[in-house]
RNA sequence: GCGGGCGUGGUGGAACCGGUAGACACGCGAGACUUAGGAUCUCGUGACGCAAGUCGUGGGGGUUCAAAUCCCUCCGCCCGCACCA
C-alpha cells in the first residue's frame, strides 16, 4: 500500500479545479444562486491562522452548497488601504504600493496553496485606481442626495511630529513614536449622514434572522435610541439658554448642577476672560479622542460661575460646570446632573461637595427613611421631593414633566440615538483621494466627472511627518473648474472603511466599467452567506448597511441590506510561553519532555501560560505555510473545522493537528484496501444483519451530516463522519456483500468530507472508481425509510436519580412502560417500599418515578 | 467607565424544545504487531471508593417530578468603544 502524499495531491487536484473553471460563476437565472462571502483580508504581509480559519469555513460552505445545486459566487479580493502599509514605508523605506502588491502576491500564493474555491476571476484590490474610481462617484452621489457634509472635528494630535495619530497610535496618552503625551485638535472633516438612517438601521436589525444574536444587540446598543426630554434652562444674568438633553426628566428636583463639555461654546466663552478655566480646557484637551479613554479618566470639573435657572422654580439655581465627562458629541453636549439616580453624577457630586437628593423611592421603602450612600439608585419606585411629581411613578412623572416643559415653551419630548455621524476624512496617503477641490474664490467644490478618478500620486515622499499627499510639490495644485483661477486639491483621504463598505456589491460585477452593474448586482445581492471576525460585529457591518442604504438611494444597487446571513468566528489562540527572564517563546523554541517544558536553545526551564490570542507580541503564532507544508491543507483544514464551534475561540494546538493528520491517512488506507480486493470469503447469514446497520448507519449519517452543516456545526459533522468511519472499520469480513456495504460507505464518507478535505475526498474519489470530479458531483441524499428508529432506550429515574434504563418499541404503550420500569430490581431497592406519588412518563424519553 | 459574550473530565468539545451529562477526538494507561517506530490495531479512562455507592457542568441560591439548559446573585476570562483592520 502507498503513502498518501499529500503534497502532491493537493497540487494536482488544484491545478486540475483551474484548469477546468470549475469555480467561475456566471448568472443563471434558471438556478437558484447563492452568495458566500468571507470578509477580505488586508494584505499585511502573510497570512495568518485567523485567515485560514475564516476562509476554511467560507469554502466549506460555498463546496457544500455547490454541490447542493446552488449557483455559487465565492469570490476574494483585498482590502488594500490602511495604516500599516505607510508604516512599512517609513520604517523600511519601501513605497505603500510596493509593499502592499507584495503582500498581495504572497498571500494569494499562499491561499491557493489552501485549495479554496474562489473564482479568482474577479479578485481586486481596494487601491486599483479602477476600484477606488467607483467610490469616488459615490461620494459625489452622496454630496448630490444631501447625504454628506462638513464640519469641524477632533482628532489626536502628535505635537512633536505634527501628525494625526489613529487611535491604535496612542498608547497610555501618548505618541507611539515621539511618546510626548498628545492633544486633541479640531480640525474641518467630511462626514456622511449615517444618523438619518439611524431609524431604519435600528429597526431592520430584528429582520436579519441569520445575524447572531449578540451581534444585533451590540448594534442595537450602538445605535442607541433614547427616549427622552431636551430642557431648556434659562441663565441667570443673561438672555440665552442652555439646552440639555435627558432621558430622566422625571428626576428634574433632584438636580444639583448643570455640566457641559469642554469645548461647549459656554465654557469656550467663560475661558476668555478667565485663565483659570482656560487651563482647565486646555487640560481637558490633553489625552485620547477615544471613548474608552476620556471614559476612564479621573471624573474633574471646573465651576463657570454661570447659574442656569431650575425650569419649574426661578428662584433654584444650579451652578454649571465644565466637566471632562461629558461628550460633545452626545446629545447636546450638556447634561444636568441628578446624583442620587446616576453613578456618574454621584461619582462627581461626592468629589465637589454637591447636594444628593433623591427623588425616586423604591416602593417597599418608606420615603422618610431613603437615602443615598456609594451607589445611586437606578430601580423604579415613587417619585418624592418633587412637588407635584409626589406618589408618581417614573413613568407618569417622565410624562407629566414633559407635559410641563411644553406648557412652558422650556422643552420637549426628544429622541435622541447614541449613533454619531461617520467621519470619513483621514490625514493620509495610502487611501482613496476624496475628489474635492477648494477655490479661494468659489469655495469647496467637487471635481467635475471627466477629471475622475482622482489618482494617487505615486511619487511621494516619508521621510518628514505627516501627509504626504500635503506637501507633494504639485499633485495638489490645480485649476479651478469654475473660475479658472489657482486651487487646490482636498489632501485627505478616505476612512479605508469606506473600501470595505461596498466591495461586496462590486463582487458582482468586478470588471463593469460603471462600477456596478445592476443585472449583476440584483442577481447576486444579498450576500447569502458572510463570514468574519466578531471584532467587525459594528463598525465594518453597520458602514456596510448604511452604505447599501445610501447606494439605493443613488439608484445603484436595490437591495436594502448586503448580508442576509452572518457568521461570526472566534479568535485562534495558542499556549503562550515565556523563559524564566520573562522573554516570550515562541512555540518553535519551547519543547516539551513530559511535563517539563524547556528553552530549545538552551535547555532551560519555559513557563507555560494560558491560551491567548495568537499575536506577535506574544510570539505565540504559529505559521499556517509551516502547517501545510508538513501536514498540507487538507489536515489544516480538518483541525480548524473539527474541535471548535466556528464562533468559539479556537485552540491551536500540535496534538489537534496530528489527530487530524492520522484521520487523513486512516481514511486513505481504509479506501486503498478496499480497492486492493483482498480474495473473497463465503457469506454466512449474520452478514445481512451487520450490512444493513452500516446502511442504516450511512444514512443516519448523511442525514445528520447535512444537517449540521445548514447550521455550520462542523464540529458536530466532523464527529459524525468519524463515527461511520469506526463503523466502517468495525464491519470486518471480506465476503462479497459486507465488501460492499463497505466499499459504498466509504464513497459516501468521501463525499461527506468533499466540502471539508476537497483534495484528499477527490484522490479517493477518483481511486474508488469514479470519473467526475467530486467537486461536481451533487451531495448525497438519505433514504428516510432508513432514518426511522424502531427502538428506543428509556431511562429510568427515582426522584430524578438514573436507577436503569429499559428497551422498547418507538411509541410504546405508556402503561407497559410504566410497569416495565418499576419491575427493574434497582428501581424497586430504590423505591424501597415507599409511596408512588407520581409517576412521569415521557415519551421516547425518560420515566421519573416520583416518591 | 459603557456595551456584548463565554465558563462542562487532564485537554478541545457533545448533549434537539428542561428529560440517560461527557458523543467524537486529544492525552494518558495496559496489551498486540514489529528489526524498529513518535506508525498501526485492541481494551480501558469524569472524580472519590475494594465495593455497594456517592459526588459532579465557574461559586452560592431559587423554580421544577426533572436544570449544563430557566431565574437571581457573585467570581473569572475575552471582545468592542467610532482614526487598527
Redesign the pocket.
Known amino acids: 500500500m502507498s503513502r498518501y502524499d499529500f503534497a502532491q495531491t493537493e497540487l494536482k487536484w488544484q491545478a486540475i479545479w483551474e484548469q477546468r473553471r470549475c469555480f467561475a460563476a456566471h448568472e443563471d437565472a434558471t438556478r437558484p444562486k447563492y452568495y458566500v462571502l468571507e470578509m477580505f483580508?488586508?494584505p499585511s504581509g502573510r497570512i495568518h491562522m485567523g485567515h485560514v480559519r475564516n476562509y476554511t469555513l467560507g469554502d466549506v460552505v460555498a463546496r457544500f452548497k455547490r454541490a447542493q445545486g446552488f449557483n455559487v459566487l465565492h469570490p476574494m479580493g483585498w482590502?488594500a488601504?490602511?495604516?500599516?502599509a505607510e508604516n512599512a514605508a517609513m520604517q523600511r523605506r519601501v513605497h505603500p504600493a510596493a509593499w502592499t502588491r507584495e503582500n498581495i502576491a504572497t498571500m494569494r500564493q499562499q491561499l491557493q496553496r489552501m485549495g479554496l474555491s474562489y473564482d479568482w476571476e474577479r479578485e481586486f484590490a481596494t487601491c486599483d485606481p479602477e476600484y477606488y474610481a467607483h467610490e469616488q462617484k459615490m461620494f459625489l452621489d452622496f454630496l448630490r442626495e444631501g447625504l454628506v457634509y462638513r464640519r469641524e472635528?477632533w482628532?489626536?494630535w502628535d505635537p512633536v511630529e505634527n501628525t494625526?495619530?489613529?487611535?491604535?497610535?496612542v498608547i497610555d496618552g501618548r505618541g507611539w513614536r515621539s511618546g510626548e503625551p498628545v492633544e486633541r485638535r479640531k480640525?474641518a472633516?467630511w462626514f456622511l449622514k449615517i444618523t438619518e438612517y439611524a431609524d431604519e438601521l435600528l429597526d431592520t436589525l430584528k429582520e436579519l434572522e441569520r445575524w447572531p444574536?449578540?451581534v444585533r444587540?451590540?448594534q442595537e446598543?450602538?445605535i442607541?435610541r433614547s427616549e427622552g426630554a431636551r430642557v431648556l434652562f434659562r441663565l441667570a444674568g443673561r438672555d440665552d439658554r442652555l439646552e440639555v438633553f435627558t432621558t430622566r426628566p422625571d428626576t428634574l428636583f433632584g438636580a444639583s448642577f448643570c455640566a457641559i463639555a469642554a469645548d461647549h461654546p459656554l465654557a469656550v466663552e467663560r475661558a476668555e476672560n478667565n485663565p483659570a478655566l482656560a487651563a482647565f480646557l486646555a487640560d481637558c484637551a490633553r489625552g485620547a479622542?477615544?471613548?474608552?479613554a476620556i471614559?476612564?479618566q479621573e471624573k474633574r470639573g471646573f465651576d463657570t460661575g454661570l447659574r442656569a435657572l431650575h425650569p419649574f422654580d426661578a428662584e433654584w439655581q444650579l451652578p454649571i460646570y465644565v466637566a471632562n465627562f461629558v461628550l460633545t458629541?452626545?446629545g447636546t453636549g450638556a447634561i444636568f446632573g441628578c446624583p442620587a439616580h446616576d453613578?456618574?453624577d454621584l461619582d462627581f457630586a461626592r468629589a465637589y461637595g454637591l447636594p444628593v437628593v433623591p427623588v425616586v423611592a423604591p416602593t417597599d421603602i418608606g420615603a422618610a427613611s431613603f437615602s443615598i450612600g456609594a451607589e445611586a439608585y437606578l430601580g423604579p419606585g415613587r417619585l418624592i421631593n418633587s412637588r407635584f411629581l409626589d406618589g408618581l411613578s417614573v413613568a407618569e412623572a417622565k410624562a407629566e414633566v414633559t407635559r410641563r416643559l411644553v406648557a412652558d415653551g422650556a422643552g420637549e419630548k426628544k429622541i435622541n440615538f447614541?449613533?454619531?455621524d461617520?467621519?470619513v476624512?483621514?490625514?493620509?496617503y495610502w487611501g482613496c483621494p476624496i475628489p474635492i477641490l477648494n477655490c479661494p474664490k468659489c469655495g469647496i467644490l467637487a471635481v467635475p466627472e471627466a477629471d475622475l478618478p482622482v489618482r494617487l500620486p505615486e511619487d511621494v515622499d516619508f521621510e518628514a511627518p505627516g501627509n504626504p499627499l500635503d506637501r507633494h510639490p504639485t499633485w495638489k495644485h490645480v485649476i479651478c473648474p469654475q473660475c479658472g483661477g489657482a486651487a487646490v486639491r482636498e489632501t485627505d483621504t478616505f476612512?479605508?472603511?469606506f473600501e470595505?463598505s461596498w466591495y461586496f456589491a462590486r463582487f458582482c460585477s468586478p470588471h463593469a466599467a460603471n462600477g456596478l452593474d445592476r443585472a449583476a448586482v440584483d442577481y447576486w445581492m444579498p450576500v447569502d452567506q458572510y463570514i468574519g471576525?466578531?471584532?467587525?460585529?459594528?463598525?465594518?457591518l453597520l458602514y456596510s448597511r448604511f452604505f447599501t442604504r445610501a447606494l439605493r438611494r443613488c439608484g445603484r444597487l436595490g437591495v436594502d441590506e448586503p448580508f442576509a446571513g452572518l457568521m461570526t468566528q472566534g479568535?485562534v489562540c495558542h499556549e503562550t510561553y515565556r523563559a524564566e527572564d520573562g522573554r516570550w517563546l515562541s512555540p518553535d523554541d519551547v519543547v516539551r519532555e513530559g511535563d517539563r517544558w524547556t528553552e530549545h536553545q538552551s535547555g532551560r526551564p519555559v513557563v507555560v501560560g494560558r491560551s491567548?490570542?495568537m499575536s506577535k507580541s506574544k510570539k505565540n503564532v504559529v505559521d499556517p505555510e509551516g502547517i501545510i507544508e508538513a501536514y498540507g491543507a487538507d489536515t489544516a483544514r480538518l483541525f480548524m473545522l473539527?474541535?471548535?464551534?466556528p464562533e468559539?475561540?479556537?485552540?491551536w494546538?500540535d496534538?489537534?493537528v496530528?489527530?487530524a493528520w492520522?484521520?487523513v491517512?486512516?481514511l486513505w488506507?481504509m479506501v486503498e484496501t478496499a480497492v486492493e480486493d483482498a480474495p473473497a470469503e463465503a457469506g454466512d447469514a449474520s452478514d445481512g444483519a451487520a450490512v444493513a446497520a452500516l446502511h442504516r448507519d450511512v444514512h443516519t449519517t448523511i442525514s445528520r451530516v447535512t444537517e449540521d452543516l445548514d447550521k455550520f456545526?462542523f464540529?458536530?459533522a466532523?464527529?459524525r463522519i468519524?463515527?461511520l468511519?469506526?463503523s466502517v472499520?468495525?464491519l470486518t469480513g471480506e465476503t462479497p456483500p459486507i465488501r460492499e456495504a463497505r466499499r459504498k460507505a466509504l464513497g459516501i464518507i468521501v463525499q461527506l468530507i468533499g466540502p471539508l478535505m476537497p483534495h484528499l475526498a477527490e484522490e479517493l474519489w477518483q481511486r474508488l472508481g469514479h470519473n467526475r470530479l467530486l467537486a461536481l458531483e451533487p451531495w448525497p441524499i438519505a433514504d428516510p425509510a432508513l432514518l426511522v428508529k424502531d427502538r428506543?432506550?428509556?431511562?429510568v429515574?427515582v426522584?430524578?436519580?438514573?436507577r436503569g434504563?429499559l428497551e422498547f418499541a418507538m411509541n410504546a404503550d405508556e402503561a407497559q412502560i410504566r410497569s416495565a420500569a418499576l419491575a427493574l430490581p434497582?428501581v424497586a431497592?430504590a423505591i424501597g417500599g415507599r409511596a408512588l406519588r407520581?409517576v412521569?412518563v415521557?415519551p421516547n424519553?425518560?420515566v421519573?418515578v416520583?416518591v
Open positions: 483580508p488586508y482590502d488601504f490602511g495604516l500599516p472635528a482628532v489626536n494625526v495619530l489613529a487611535n491604535e497610535q480640525l472633516q444574536e449578540r444587540l451590540m446598543n450602538w442607541g479622542t477615544s471613548e474608552a471614559e476612564t458629541e452626545y453613578q456618574r447614541r449613533l454619531r461617520w467621519g476624512s483621514r490625514q493620509r476612512d479605508t472603511f470595505s471576525g466578531i471584532e467587525h460585529a459594528i463598525l465594518h479568535m491567548e490570542k473539527s474541535d471548535s464551534p468559539r475561540d479556537l485552540e494546538t496534538a489537534g496530528e489527530g492520522r484521520f491517512n486512516r488506507r456545526g464540529n458536530r466532523v464527529a468519524r463515527e468511519t469506526n472499520a468495525d428506543v432506550t428509556l431511562g429515574q426522584n430524578g436519580k438514573l434504563t434497582k431497592e407520581k412521569i415521557v424519553r425518560i421519573n416520583v
